[in-house]
């Protein structure tokens, strides 16, 4: 499914758009924090995730960063223990003799705000004109972990007002692509189950973000560049077809 097309959709787009950023605003400057939007990238290999970010890269006061091997799920991880840890009996965890001791007190809020400077400083790296700042990522489902809803949570925690982009390509050609298509039958098949369940995991992941996700389909925009034309609204940015089709020109990935 992708997004709506012109007319009253798109207005209706743009004003929800204005409505979410004043918001966020609002809400930043309440926590003293930056005028950052953070945007995030959700799809599996070979979709054409990559020339989405070139197309969100051409968009001025952009940076979406690649791919950064799943690494911010062990940050996720490392709160979520201390987490547990902390659900534990304070009085007794504050005692010198006690397995546990200050476990707790661990500061969540401090944590948060600890992990959004690390993300920000080490993967992200805005600069002086970023506006908007996020990545890509094709690794968000992991059948060896039911998690996806409760780190995406954890995500809008660390990073105030994030959106997601969920891009999805034809199934059959993504199974005939790269490594998708290595191995014998058996192989293969496991491949296609897995792109499946992955697609599956991500499409109701964006349904249950509302607002806060919006979904495009590559075989949709290579089409039509026009299709575009709701996910700018949903951004807030004006829509240049021309400069649309001129990133689609280019080649990307290798």
């Known amino acids: 499914m992708t997004g709506p097309g012109a007319g009253g959709e798109l207005d209706a787009l743009h004003a929800e758009n204005a409505r979410l950023r004043e918001r966020v605003q609002r809400l930043r400057a309440r926590n003293g924090e930056s005028d950052l939007d953070y945007l995030f990238v959700v799809t599996y290999g ?17 940076l979406i960063r690649g791919e950064n091997r799943d690494a911010l799920r062990h940050l996720f991880d490392f ?7 902390a659900r534990g ?9 006690h397995p ?5 007190d661990f500061p969540e809020d401090r944590s948060l705000a600890g992990i959004r400077r690390l993300v920000l400083d080490t993967v992200l790296r805005p600069k002086a004109d970023t506006r908007v700042v996020g990545f890509k990522e094709i690794t968000w489902f992991n059948e060896e972990r039911d998690d996806l ?9 660390v990073f105030p007002g994030a959106r997601f982009l969920v891009n ?17 039958a058996d192989q293969v098949a496991a491949n296609r189950r897995h792109l499946q369940a992955n697609e599956t995991a991500l ?8 607002a806060a996700a919006y979904r ?9 560049p026009g299709a575009l034309a709701g996910l700018f609204a949903w951004l807030g940015e004006p829509f240049d077809l021309d400069a649309v089709r001129a990133v689609l020109e280019v080649r990307h990935s290798i």
């Open 79 to 85: 709160h979520r223990q201390l987490q547990v840890n």
């Open 149 to 157: 809803g409760e780190y995406v949570a954890w995500l809008r925690e």
């Open 168 to 184: 999805t390509r034809n199934l059959d050609d993504v199974g005939r692509s790269s490594w998708w298509g290595e191995g014998d």
């Open 203 to 210: 499409t109701t992941l964006a349904d249950d973000l509302g």
């Open 89 to 97: 009996p304070k009085a007794n965890f504050r005692q010198r003799t």
């Open 46 to 62: 070979r979709s054409g995730s990559t020339l989405v970010s070139g197309l969100l890269n051409a968009i001025p006061g952009y």
């Open 100 to 104: 546990f001791f200050g476990a707790g």
């Open 216 to 224: 495009i389909h590559y075989d949709d925009y290579v089409a039509d």
